[in-house]
């Protein structure tokens, strides 16, 4: 059973930045792929990021040029460096890893599904 454990989260200005941290309890340099994902108040959960094993990622179109994904294989870590945050980035973060169906098409990497989730972290924005 593979863990994972957020950590990062807190309360921000508008403009801040911030930087999630994800421990992975098993190899990550093994997984198909990890995630980012938030859910914020009275929202769908949506996916943030992507990064691959390859060295593939994606974003959300809403992240897209703010928000970077980056990974330390030697750790175990992942990461989600968070730039220019505005009030509508506030939600609970949660990383996942290993994807059961990871696809690839013109609007670049997706996973329909992982298996192993935090427990998330919160990220508040003010104005």
């Known amino acids: 059973q593979v863990q994972l454990v957020e950590s990062g989260g807190g309360l921000v200005q508008a403009g801040e930045s911030l930087t999630l941290s994800c421990a992975v309890s098993e190899s990550i340099s093994s997984v198909n792929a990890v995630g980012w994902f938030r859910q914020g108040p009275g929202k769908q959960r949506e996916s943030v990021a992507i990064s691959t094993r390859t060295g593939g990622t994606n974003f959300a179109d809403s992240v897209k040029g703010r928000f970077a994904i980056s990974r330390d294989n030697g750790r175990n870590m992942v990461y989600l460096q968070m730039n220019s945050l505005r009030p509508e980035d506030t939600a609970v973060y949660y990383c996942?890893?290993?994807?059961?169906?990871?696809?690839?098409?013109?609007?670049?990497?997706?996973?329909?599904?992982?298996?192993?989730w935090g427990q998330g972290t919160q990220v508040t924005v003010s104005a």
């Open positions: 996942a890893a290993e994807c059961q169906v990871l696809t690839y098409t013109t609007a670049g990497y997706s996973c329909n599904e992982y298996d192993y």
